[in-house]
């Protein structure tokens, strides 16, 4: 058997935590051979919330869950982490803008930067979980130098799931047999999720649909207001659907992805697309040996380019703001 491996999540105490934890103990992300401890960060007035998932961690007698580790200082929770989960931060409540969020959370990822920075492992795997994502990515890469730029990504694999699920539905087929739907951008309203080049049972969606003003209209919004209607049903954000694609997204970056499939990740961006660098910006990627890669050479219409510009526009105001939170 492998050696354990440190695997830390933040905001351990919370409600995605509370789902993933369950993955994470039962190998379904690492996989079956590979143990693990875990490193649980979450503020000190949460502290003894953490000690009941502590107790319910143990209470699972999973054999691959080794150490687990609550705390609430940074130091010792990313001390040789080789994979992140940075969920912690402050969620979206009803009519709350993801703007107002943006200054108190990206102070949060700066310190975790740092900290990763000084603690873990220089290959650490970071998926960054909690809102504004894409930006919190940007924002905590930036903080920690000596980590590479791509062992940092933003979760858009919710949306992923969510449009693969949506066209399934509308198709009348298992969600499985939809591949290659693409979540472009922000993680936000201004996402653009892309049918078109995805395929249902090897064939091409948009054909399958036959309908252009549904795929460009009803499920585009669908999609990009998702999260919205979650919190307007539940009073709060998505949980165990947002725990189940951290898993699929850290997962698949750690395995690989199959031969053809590709999934949305938010990444920095290397100019792909016309997309300006220096943002996390989410793209279609195929992945191996741990190592991501920008599905290239995609046809991309006019339509396809107002959306994908203006979700663009929206992470470059988002890293302005974000800059000026943190260098007034
Ligand atoms: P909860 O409020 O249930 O949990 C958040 C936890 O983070 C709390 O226990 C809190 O004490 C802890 N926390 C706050 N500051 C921290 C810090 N500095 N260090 C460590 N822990 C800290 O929220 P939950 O529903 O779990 O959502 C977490 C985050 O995920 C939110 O930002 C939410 O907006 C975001 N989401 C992101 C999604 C995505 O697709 N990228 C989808 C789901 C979700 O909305």
């Not at 401890?37 to 107790?55: A, K, T």
């Not at 080049?197 to 460009?216: E, F, I, S």
């Not at 919004?221 to 979650?230: F, L, S």
Request: proline content about 6%; glycine content about 6%; hydrophobic content about 45%.
């Amino acid at each position: 058997m492998a050696e354990p491996i440190n695997v830390v999540v933040t905001g351990a105490a919370g409600q995605i935590a509370y789902s993933l934890l369950y993955q994470l103990a039962a190998g379904s992300v690492f996989g079956p051979d590979q143990p693990i401890n875990l490193r649980l960060l979450d503020i000190p007035v949460m502290m003894e919330v953490l000690q009941g998932v502590v107790m319910e961690l143990e209470d699972l007698a999973l054999p691959l869950l080794k150490e687990v580790l609550p705390t609430a200082d940074p130091a010792a929770a990313f001390k040789d982490a080789a994979a992140a989960f940075l969920v912690g931060a402050m969620p979206r409540k009803q009519g709350m803008e993801r703007k107002d969020l943006l200054s108190a959370n990206v102070k949060i990822f700066k310190v975790q930067g740092e900290a990763l920075d000084k603690y873990a492992r220089k290959d650490v795997k970071v998926l960054v979980v909690g809102n504004p994502a894409n930006t919190n990515a940007l924002i905590c890469s930036h903080y920690a130098p000596s980590i590479p730029k791509e062992n940092f990504t933003a979760m858009t694999r919710l949306d992923q799931n969510r449009a693969q699920a949506a066209l399934a539905a509308r198709l009348g087929v298992q969600v499985d047999k939809i591949l290659n739907v693409i979540i472009w951008g922000n993680h936000s309203s201004t996402q653009f999720p892309d049918a078109s080049h995805a395929t249902v049972n090897g064939k091409p969606v948009p054909a399958a649909v036959n309908d252009d003003t549904w795929l460009n209209e009803v499920f585009l919004e669908t999609i990009q207001k998702r999260g919205a209607a979650v919190i307007a049903a539940r009073k709060m954000s998505s949980a165990m659907s947002a725990a189940k694609a951290a898993g699929d997204h850290m997962r698949d970056w750690w395995m690989g992805t199959k031969p053809g499939h590709w999934v949305s990740m938010g990444v920095l961006s290397d100019g792909s697309y016309g997309v300006p660098k220096d943002i996390v910006f989410s793209f279609p990627v195929t992945i191996k040996d741990g190592k991501f890669n920008i599905v290239q050479n995609l046809p991309v219409s006019d339509f396809a380019r107002s959306k994908l510009n203006a979700t663009a526009k929206e992470l470059e105001e988002e890293r302005t703001e974000a800059h000026s939170v943190l260098m007034p």
